[in-house]
């Protein structure tokens, strides 16, 4: 069982920047994809960023050009740098992590980003 913890929420003016982090109990390494979700309140969570064992990442079209996802398979830990922070950015961010063989996906207990003014 792999514990993710993370770390950085807080509360942001738009425009603003904060980098999430995400700690892993474990050897990243041994999971295939690691991403970020967030869930505002009364929406679905949503994929903000992900990035798999081999360095590949995609993004949101929401965040897309302003949040950068990243690994240090050293320190067993996934970063989400945001920039150009929006009120509409604000929600519960998640890290998960993935294995596919066999399947296992593993959750945070989820930070708190807010944008406002």
């Known amino acids: 069982q792999v514990q993710l913890v993370e770390s950085g929420g807080g509360l942001v003016q738009p425009g603003g920047s904060l980098r999430l982090s995400c700690a892993a109990s474990e050897n990243i390494l041994g999971l295939d994809y690691m991403g970020w979700y967030r869930q505002a309140p009364g929406k679905q969570r949503e994929l903000v960023a992900t990035?798999?064992?081999?360095?590949?990442?995609t993004y949101a079209d929401s965040v897309k050009g302003r949040s950068t996802i990243s690994r240090d398979n050293a320190k067993n830990m996934v970063y989400l740098q945001m920039n150009s922070l929006k009120p509409e950015d604000t929600a519960v961010y998640y890290c998960n992590g993935k294995r596919f063989v066999p399947y296992r996906d593993y959750w945070g207990q989820g930070t708190q980003v807010t944008v406002s003014s």
């Open positions: 990035i798999t064992a081999s360095g590949r990442t």
